[in-house]
């Protein structure tokens, strides 16, 4: 037996803005259903508002990290081909002064990866491991009970600047210091939902209110619980704030 996954995205922009402005980044972009693999890789990121063509950068790190391309530890060597790329890309565009002065500085953006790999080649267990910069968050939920939430854990560690890999390598001289990692075990039936911060934060704020918010998570996109619908009441009641959001739901049968 090999590993079964069943997994997919859900995302959307904040709100007020059309689509073409969402500027977190996801990969896989296709969600799939029971599919047979000894090995996948997933990824979120989000990417500055404040800077110029984060989306893009965003999404070149998403795929780099799910195509093996990011080094953790060597992180600044392994992303300069996807820092030139972006570079190339935008320098294209037709900008006025002051946004040229913008794309030399660079964006900036999170990301957050996670790999499954079936190590036990039984289809019942086997090995993952995470990497991240910034905010966005994974949850590893294991018979209703969570495992192990990363790079954060609680609610009052989100902030208003937190470290962002940029696209600038003058800007990555410390990222050293910013990377995390993390690894651990999975079993048949686990499941890894992996988020940006936006609702990594309502997250985490319903756990310290002693509700089960992964359950939630488990349901979305039903006919009962479409995830624009759902996001936009929150939004309403003041439970999550007006950004970018990005869910990326994982489950092993």
């Known amino acids: 037996m090999t590993m079964r996954l069943f997994y997919e995205a859900m995302w959307t922009q904040k709100a007020g803005n059309p689509e073409g402005e969402y500027e977190d980044a996801f990969w896989p972009s296709r969600g799939v259903s029971g599919e047979s693999c000894q090995e996948e890789s997933f990824a979120v990121a989000d990417g500055a508002t404040e800077s110029s063509f984060s989306g893009i950068w965003a999404n070149q790190l998403v795929r780099a990290y799910c195509r093996g391309q990011i080094d ?19 320098g294209r565009k037709p900008l006025p002064w002051y946004a040229e002065e913008k794309i030399r500085n660079g964006t900036f953006s999170t990301i957050l990866g996670l790999t499954l790999r079936d190590t036990d080649k039984s289809g019942s267990s086997g090995s993952w491991d995470a ?12 018979n209703d009970v969570i495992l192990k939430t990363f790079p954060l854990s609680n609610a009052a560690e989100f902030n208003n600047s937190p470290f962002l890999l940029g696209s600038n390598p003058e800007s990555n001289k410390e990222i050293g210091l910013h990377i995390q990692t993390v690894n651990g075990r999975w079993e048949r039936e686990d499941k890894f939902y992996l988020m940006t911060d936006a609702l990594a934060a309502w997250f985490f704020r319903e756990v310290e209110d002693n509700r089960t ?10 006919e009962d619980l479409p995830f624009r619908a759902w996001i936009e009441d ?20």
Request: hydrophobic share 35%; net charge positive; with cysteine.
């Open 72 to 90: 953790p530890e060597n992180t600044t060597t392994s992303l300069l081909a996807k820092q030139q790329g972006w570079s190339r890309f935008v």
């Open 234 to 253: 929150l939004r309403t009641k003041k439970q999550i704030r007006n950004d970018d959001v990005t869910l990326y739901r994982i489950e092993i049968e």
């Open 131 to 142: 990497f991240a910069v910034g905010d966005s968050c994974l949850v590893h939920v294991r």
């Open 213 to 222: 918010p992964w359950h939630t998570l488990r349901d979305l996109d039903t």
